[in-house]
């Protein structure tokens, strides 16, 4: 699936085929999922992509070709990726922090992505993740952005602990993590979102309280009421100014804001109630993504049972229908997951 230019339709059509670089490796996907960063990027919000484009960065397959320095994956491996690849090298790579790298490639923005039937992924000692024998493709491709980003930022960003408030403000695919991640880790959970589908959704995997938006005028306030004082701990699963201040002024004293969904803005800057900041000492902070090697940790939690993120997966669809379902996300993000299977 290929688009020429940002905002207009995007077309499924032959391209040639990638080959490794020799510290690469090619996959055939066989499921990707639809994000709202593909949307971001396809509206041009995104100084990384270069014209024309294949979008996609949510993905799961088999490797099917592997560059010369590759030691630690052959063909048919089951395998996916964090979103973020990361170059294996670089100071903060060094240190662990492979999701902010220096110099990271992401598949879908850097360069050309996975909604298609084979996908380039660099440094794949460093990226590749096995999938478990009984995980599904689709769940898998849930894994790589929405289900894995939630995981930081719920677990390790947000240091979630039993018996805590956690508000998730926006419950799309990474709220909906969000608050299944949470509700496991013996959080009470509130769920904010202007879509009922949603908070049916953001009930089934663990919410105490929905908030509806659209009826609740000041959902900081609400929060704040339910939970005698406010949230310790909040997340902007979204990413809009709105819901960014409403994460923020649901803080109880010493509470801590999480950022997740983008924010992109002409100047790269975004209203944020700092004073509130200041006189509660809350802690802001970003989540970007989580690396590769964190993951085993989040797949323990799924094949106990824990977590499910097959629940997340609400629809599939075929490649052909991809372009209208892109260009959809802007208007109605949708509930849940839809994953893109190139192959059906
Ligand atoms: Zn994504
Ligand atoms: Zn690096």
């Excluded at 630690?72 to 990361?86: E, L, M, Y």
């Excluded at 170059?87 to 220096?102: F, H, L, R, S, Y």
Aim: charged share 15%.
């Amino acid at each position: 699936m290929v688009f020429e230019q940002f905002g207009k339709p995007a077309e499924v059509r032959d391209v040639p085929d990638p080959e490794p670089v020799e510290h690469g490796v090619i996959v055939r996907v066989e499921a990707t999922g639809l994000c709202r960063s593909d949307w971001h990027g396809w509206m041009g919000h995104d100084p990384d992509i270069t014209l024309p484009h294949v979008p996609g960065h949510e993905l799961a397959g088999v490797v099917e070709a592997v560059g010369s320095r590759v030691t630690g994956w052959r063909p048919g491996d089951r395998v996916t990726v964090p979103f973020v690849c990361a170059c294996g090298t670089c100071p903060a790579c060094a240190a662990g922090d492979q999701q902010v790298c220096e110099r990271q490639t992401q598949p879908g923005f850097h360069h050309w992505g996975s909604f298609a039937e084979y996908v380039a992924l660099d440094h794949a000692d460093v990226n590749l993740v096995a999938i478990p024998d009984d995980m599904e493709y689709s769940t898998a491709a849930a894994l790589g952005c929405r289900f894995a980003t939630a995981f930081r930022a719920v677990v390790q960003q947000g240091r979630v602990a039993a018996g805590e408030w956690v508000a998730v403000h926006g419950c799309g695919g990474v709220g909906l993590s969000a608050v299944m991640i949470a509700a496991a880790a013996g959080a009470r959970v509130i769920a904010v979102d202007v879509s009922p589908e949603a908070l049916s959704l953001a009930r089934m995997f663990g919410a105490m309280w929905c908030l509806d938006a659209g009826r609740v005028r000041d959902t900081a306030a609400a929060v704040r009421e339910l939970t005698h004082g406010g949230a310790h701990l909040s997340l902007d699963a979204l990413g809009s100014p709105v819901t960014c201040a409403a994460s923020v002024n649901g803080l109880r004293r010493r509470g801590r804001h999480v950022q997740v969904g983008l924010l992109p803005s002409p100047d790269g800057t975004t209203p944020v109630p700092l004073a509130r900041a200041i006189a509660l000492e809350l802690e802001l902070l970003g989540s970007h993504g989580m690396a590769a090697h964190a993951y085993p940790g989040m797949l323990r939690q799924v094949r106990s049972g824990v977590l499910c993120p097959d629940l997340l997966v609400t629809s599939t669809i075929t490649l052909d229908a991809a372009p209208a379902a892109l260009a959809a996300m802007g208007t109605a993000p949708g509930a849940g997951v839809t994953v893109i299977e190139p192959w059906s």
